[in-house]
């Protein structure tokens, strides 16, 4: 049998299942957790918690279910502080940057790479991230994008094929030669290492009919969709994600009622990416008009070198409740439960029996301080996987 610890004298506990505790977060005072091994095994009151093999003492802290960050692109190199420098003085975002982006992961070694995925990895766990999924889409040829998907995957199961991030610029008199390289040989080069593909349907990417296509040849290797939808322009990216079944449509910035509509009533995590809207000077996402049409929403960071140079969950909690009309509770099911529902992902996300043992010990009273908070690292300790990685 595995060994098991006693958490206990944790002031507010969110497990997130209603069934466990007060409203929707499930939220249980007084608490203490039993882990077994990598596992859950029981919650409730601290007062009636039962022996384990060994007691640690949260101090009256709160504690959550680690993140689970179902939106990133770890796999690059270099940064683009110039281009973010031209944007506060005025400058608008384009996609155009990523360019410059996959020059310097092309010419990055193996070593290089997976550097700078485990150094972000682990600046993520520090704030309470325990689950992360994570992208290819700087390197546009075969070979680069297979090498970012097999680096990523030593660290992630959740990696997403992203070929179609931007047209190659090898290929930028000729699109469609670049779709059928995307759809054949990279695809198949691609697909052992991935569990997702992602298309960047956008004005200046991929559109409609081509983004279609992707995720159609995606889906025929065994790969489940999901899409960059709807961040800069209104276009066909949300309805068509929600057509295809993607697990997730992410940014959802630009939303017609009818886009609104189809996350409602579909089975497609709309998932919100508010450090992209923060470093790029652009408009929130409404959070409020979807969850008020019933749509699941999620929270996530968009880490990326240009758009959303963040890997913290608590600051885009932050934003979501000050900006985007959620509230701390919303907020923080967003970033957790609703994370793994993105991935569709039952064992986390939740602090259950039978969950991972994944969670986050904060210097605060109630998760409510991350957002009241705002900017001061409040999270104290993680547990992962039943151990205590910080
Ligand atoms: O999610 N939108 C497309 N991809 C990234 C940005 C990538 C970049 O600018 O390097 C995003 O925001
Ligand atoms: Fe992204």
Redesign the pocket.
Known sequence: MSTTTLITNISTLVTNDPDLGEGPLGQVKDAAVVLEGDRVAWVGRAESAPQADTAYDAQHRAAIPGFVDSHS?LVFAGDRTQEFNARMEGRSYS?G??RT?VKATRAASDEELERNVVRYLREAARQGTTTFETKSGYGLTTHDEARALRIASRHTDEVTFLGA?IVSPDYADDPAAYVELVTGEMLDACAPYARWVDV?CEKGAFDGDQARAILTAGKAKGLTPRM?AN?LSYGPGVQLAVELDAASAD?CTHLTQEDVDALAHGNTVATL?PG?EFSTRAEWPDARRLLDAGATVALST?C?????FTSSMPFCIALAVRDMGMTPDEALWAATAGGARALRRTDVGRLSPGARADLALLDAPSHVHLAYRPGVPLVGEVWQRGERVR
């Open positions: 692109h996609a940057g990523i982006t991030h960047f960059h961040q940014h990416l992209a968009d990326n070198p240009g758009s959303s």
